[in-house]
């Protein structure tokens, strides 16, 4: 079982000709709403990879909620330790202009709440197979999670995102490091202090360092039609495969980022594990 401590947003895009002046009003060409939030992102790229994947995190009261909660449920995660707080969940306010150039505002909203660990949650992770995790939640708690994890024998994987100094405890608590090649060069040194280290490297595929020894997958070529998302999917099937057979954990995941940019949307666009499958050697 997985348990993915982190953050669900409702992604609100807003497509405009041109980003509009400070006190102007502009008429946009399209709206949408899509959950997203790298937490619950994972968590739903894990449960479509195949895995038993528990969320802890938090919504808020309003519409939105409802929407956020029932995503992750349709998508057969396991939302029984996910709480609702009072005011508005989180959200991100993006605005896309006509070069594809876009502006994003982010308010944690009911993320920024996801500050204590019930007893509830604490006996998931240490039952877990897997902790994962990423930063869009306050710092102290991914901390918390991680070493508690650790300390009960649960894999923690981390996908330091969006990339900040990260403390000392939860350094010593991480297993395996999952980082974009951005990720990678910011975080310096910290990445030769993990036992696992995961670099995805877009079109590329991946790398897997384990002390001296890297091993590499490429990623199957497809024709890309939106990468966001490409790294959620990567790191979720990761999780779910390592579990399963560690020895293809990264093709697999390889597979399943190469395949979530052929489809539009950040967690919709994950595959399946049929789907994934179908791109591996018998
Ligand atoms: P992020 O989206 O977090 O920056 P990457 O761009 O490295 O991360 O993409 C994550 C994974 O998604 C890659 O390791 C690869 O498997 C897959 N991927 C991303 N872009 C492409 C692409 N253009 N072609 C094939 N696979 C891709």
Redesign the pocket.
């Given at each position: 079982r997985i348990v993915v401590v982190g953050s669900i947003n409702m992604d609100l895009t807003t497509s405009v000709p041109r980003f509009p002046a400070p006190g102007e009003t502009l008429l946009g060409t399209a709206f949408a709403t899509t959950p997203g939030g790298k937490g619950s992102n994972q968590a739903i790229a894990a449960a479509k990879a195949g895995g038993d994947v528990t969320f802890i995190g938090a919504v808020g009261d309003d519409g939105f909620a409802t929407q956020l909660r029932s995503t992750l449920a349709d998508a057969g995660v396991d939302t029984s330790l996910l709480r609702s707080v009072n005011g508005a969940s989180g959200v991100a306010a993006i605005t896309v202009d006509a070069d594809a150039e876009n502006n994003i505002i982010v308010v944690a909203g009911a993320n920024a709440s996801v500050t204590e660990l019930t007893e509830h949650d604490l006996g998931a992770i240490a039952s877990a197979d897997i902790l994962l995790c990423q930063l869009e939640i306050p710092l102290a708690t991914v901390t918390a999670a991680a070493r508690h994890a650790r300390r009960n024998g649960t894999v923690v994987i981390l996908n330091p995102s969006p990339v900040q100094d990260l403390p000392e405890e939860l350094i010593g608590s991480v297993d395996i490091l999952i980082v974009?090649?951005t990720e990678s060069t910011q975080l310096g040194s910290v990445t030769d202090r993990v036992p696992y280290l995961v670099t995805?490297?877009?079109?590329g595929?991946?790398d897997l360092r384990e002390r001296d020894t890297t091993v590499h997958a490429d990623?199957p070529t497809?024709t890309?039609v939106d990468?966001t998302g490409?790294?959620d999917a990567?790191t979720g099937a990761f999780a779910v495969e390592w579990v399963l057979d560690s020895d293809r954990a990264l093709h697999f995941a390889?597979i399943a980022?190469?395949l979530?940019?052929t489809v539009n949307g950040a967690a919709v666009s994950s595959p399946t594990r049929s789907s994934i499958e179908r791109h591996l050697p018998k």
């Open positions: 974009n090649h995805t490297l877009g079109a595929g991946a990623s497809v890309p990468t490409a790294g990567f390889a980022g190469a979530a940019t």
